[in-house]
């Protein structure tokens, strides 16, 4: 339950290049579409603003991004799609905002849980289980699913405010100790087994 805090520690994001990033299969669920759309909108007002996509694919998924896509998109938009990575954690660490735009309701997303334990702020949806943790403007942005017009608002608002991703990112680190902590959930978990025994 939870998460090893020790394995997920504060690093300061980066904000003198911002780097938007996206972790997730690459399903329509997920986002990914909206996430692109985003990207592309954002790159023609900000193009010095990097937009990085881990993911598999999932070839006979008909709702899946393909890998011609993909490659498409790093030649004419300058997303950087790294291919299948082993360190998301230092892929995480390298940029300033997460952005997890789901439509799927599958509880609390772990990996929004690392990118606030490391100290990003999130944009993701007002789905069950993302909008539990997310505190809309406080330690990061909640939208519409299927919303990218708004998820590019969101963007834009932490470009211009780039102090807000050190506050916000700080704010969901805050949080994840409070809330995350594998040690401290474990422990209230042993006392809990061992009062009923």
Known sequence: ?????????????????????????????KG?????????RVKNIYPNV????????????????????????????????????????????????????TSYREGVPRVIQEAMAIGRPVITTNVPGCKDIINDGINGFLVPPFESELLVK???????????????????????EKNFDAMEKNKTLASIIKANH
Do not use: C
Not at 7 to 29: G, M, N, Q, W
Not at 73 to 94: A, C, F, M, S, T
């Open 1 to 29: 339950i939870g998460l090893n805090l020790n394995d997920f520690s504060y690093k300061e994001p980066l904000t003198d290049k911002v780097t938007f990033i996206f972790i997730a299969r690459l399903l329509r669920e």
């Open 154 to 176: 969101k963007m834009i608002y932490f470009i211009d405010n780039r102090s807000k991703i050190l506050e916000m990112g700080l704010s969901g680190r805050l949080f994840a």
């Open 32 to 40: 990914v579409f909206e996430y692109i759309e985003a990207a592309k």
């Open 50 to 101: 990097e937009f990085v996509i881990l993911g598999g694919f999932e070839n006979n998924n008909p709702f899946s991004l393909q890998q011609h896509e993909i490659e498409l998109l790093r030649k004419e938009h300058d997303l950087i799609y790294p291919g299948h990575v082993e360190n998301v954690q230092d892929w995480l660490e390298k940029s300033s905002v997460f952005v997890l735009p």
